[in-house]
């Protein structure tokens, strides 16, 4: 089944501890992103890549890093997680970055005390 | 500041009646415009886009409509199902389609 997976679904942290969460697809996507959802604010994005080691900020991408070693893998990293990063995030990949549909994931959510 | 705006957080309506749920953006270069469905526990998932040379697409039960001179777009869904219940997302892209931006969305409730 073609998707986009991620873990963990959920996770509780406390402040400082770092953290990644992982997101995977399967089907030979180029472009991947990490989008954040917050009350009232709907989907903000963190970070894209448009190819294997080619990534660009969105538009909240501070306290976040990103890596794109392989095409199928795009973790999202908390070197040092903040209360302010609580929120429920989600990866999406489209088959290039001229597509027009992204592929969601079923979403992390983290909390940060 | 956001670029995408869905000013109702609700709608309520009866099945079989008419949903329509609406979005404004500010960002005039701005030229795809989609709308994404999306359950509890569950991610976004595509529903109906339009593109900026078009005023209306339809698909089945669903059609966008874009006034690009008021800048604002709106999904109508014909004729509501219960399963139609869920946040509707409204997102827009510039031609490079590197970055979206989402509305807040809307959580539509259509009663039986």
């Known amino acids: 089944e073609a998707q986009v997976t991620q873990n963990p679904r959920y996770l509780i942290t406390v402040t400082g501890k770092k953290l990644t969460v992982t997101c995977s697809q399967n089907?030979?996507?180029?472009?991947m992103s990490w989008y954040r959802q917050d009350p009232g604010l709907g989907l903000r994005q963190i970070y894209y890549?448009?190819?294997?080691?080619?990534?660009d900020k969105g538009d909240v991408p501070e306290g976040y890093k990103v890596s794109r070693k392989e095409k199928r893998n795009f973790p999202l990293i908390l070197e040092s997680p903040s209360p302010n990063q609580t929120s429920l995030y989600f990866c999406?990949?489209?088959?290039?970055?001229?597509?027009?549909?992204?592929?969601f994931g079923a979403g992390s959510r983290l909390t940060v005390l | 500041d956001q670029q995408v705006k869905q000013n109702s957080p609700s709608l309520s309506v009866q099945e079989g009646r008419i949903s329509i749920l609406n979005c404004d953006y500010t960002?005039?270069?701005?030229?795809?415009f989609l709308w994404y469905k999306k359950y509890p526990a569950e991610g976004p998932t595509f529903l109906i886009s339009?593109?900026?040379?078009?005023d209306k697409n339809e698909d089945g039960r669903f059609t966008v409509f874009l006034n690009k001179s008021a800048k604002h777009l709106s999904l109508h869904i014909v004729p509501s199902q219960p399963g139609d219940s869920a946040v509707y997302f409204c997102?827009?892209?510039?031609?490079?389609?590197?970055?979206?931006?989402f509305g807040s969305g809307t959580k539509l409730n259509v009663k039986p």
């Open positions: 089907m030979n996507h180029e472009y």
């Open positions: 997102a827009a892209s510039e031609h490079n389609f590197n970055k979206f931006y």
């Open positions: 999406a990949s489209s088959y290039t970055s001229g597509a027009n549909v992204l592929t």
């Open positions: 960002n005039s270069m701005f030229d795809y």
């Open positions: 339009i593109s900026s040379i078009k």
């Open positions: 890549s448009m190819n294997v080691e080619v990534t």
